[in-house]
């Protein structure tokens, strides 16, 4: 909870800023996160606003590794929680919460993508659960082509990604002419910010697998790598327009296919 103001502070604030953009500090970030909370709390939310808010916080939790902060439940919980296909598609149905008017192939692209890496990680891997399993995996055999097969997966999901931006919650506010207040609105947009956040985490764990569930220091240093690599694969997807070739995608979940087996047959 106190990194996800940073984290929103690179994934914003600092592109625009790379491009001669002004952007507003850091602490505007905290106070802008801190003004979300005591809202909140002292107001409420709408029920769809809060479940959507209970859904981000959850695969916040689980993807940012509970070993942070309770080794002991991260055994029990973490392994079977953290799931790309899980938390993937927590975070598409709560996109599509969000902003209904979106696209449905979009989301279902991704919905494929994300039913593809959950099959190629287990036929790559029999037994392993979620991504802390993937993680143990490969630090006992760090040659393993589970993480060729990651890598190509976490790559197509950040050009299939279908996450709303801030652009497209706004219109979509606008025609349903909801909600009225402009606090309302702000408070739905860090809840979505909260979503992209989730999801760049998500590529992350897939991009960096070994980074997760790390402990102490080293837990809040992978955190933090884990999430720029995430936002950095969905950031080049956008530049370089590869996101709109499909046939690129393709070949990317075939190259993970083949790894995937080849691992298998290696077994």
Known sequence: MLLLPVMFWLKEDVPALLVGRAVSPLRERYARFGTFWRLTLRHGLPADDGLMLALALLVL???????LVMPETSSVMGAWLADPLLMGGILLVGAFWAVPGLSRGAHGRCCLVLCLTE????LAAPGVTGLQGVQRLLLA???????????????????????????ALADDMVMRGYPAGRSARDQRQVIVGMYHVGWALLLGDLLLPVLFGLEGLGGIVGLVVRFVGGSLLVASGRLTGMNRHGRFVALLLGLAGLMALAGRFAV
């Open 61 to 67: 939790l689980c993807l940012a590794g509970l070993s």
């Open 119 to 122: 099959c190629f990680i287990v």
């Open 141 to 167: 055999s760090p040659g393993s082509s589970l993480a060729g097969t990651s890598l190509c997966c976490a790559v197509a999901l950040a050009l299939t990604t279908s996450l709303p931006d801030r652009q």
